[in-house]
């Protein structure tokens, strides 16, 4: 088990950036596959982008592409989301979540970790 944090949430005018980071704690970090989900208000929760154990391989939800960057450091714990050309519709709470699993995938009921959220709010 890991347990997430993360940080970097806020309001920012649509055409803006945020960098949102999630820490984890424990030593088994790099056998983890992470991923980062959202939740708009009345609405399910959506698979954003998800990385590979080594950080090689991203995979990305069609409307993010282009504009959001997963990357992560293995040394520090810490799997990244740079978001660029922020759109309103990207409001939601983020999520980011863990899976010990060799294969970069968006289903979210088969991550077993997640942390709390932070809020995104892009405003137009």
């Known amino acids: 088990q890991v347990q997430l944090v993360e940080s970097g949430g806020g309001l920012v005018q649509a055409g803006g950036s945020l960098r949102l980071s999630c820490a984890a704690s424990?030593?088994?970090?790099?056998?983890?596959?992470m991923g980062w989900f959202r939740q708009a208000p009345g609405k399910e929760r959506e698979f954003v982008a998800a990385?590979?154990?080594?950080?090689?391989?991203?995979y990305y939800r069609d409307s993010v592409k282009g504009r959001f960057t997963i990357s992560r450091d293995n040394a520090k714990n810490t799997v990244y989301l740079q978001m660029d050309r922020l759109k309103p519709e990207d409001t939601a709470v983020y999520s980011c979540?863990?899976?010990?699993?060799?294969?970069?995938?968006?289903?979210?009921?088969?991550?077993?970790?997640w942390g709390q959220g932070t809020q995104v709010t892009v405003s137009s």
């Open positions: 979540a863990a899976d010990m699993t060799t294969v970069v995938h968006n289903t979210s009921v088969e991550y077993d970790d």
């Open positions: 990385i590979s154990r080594t950080g090689v391989t991203p």
């Open positions: 424990g030593p088994t970090f790099s056998g983890y596959v």
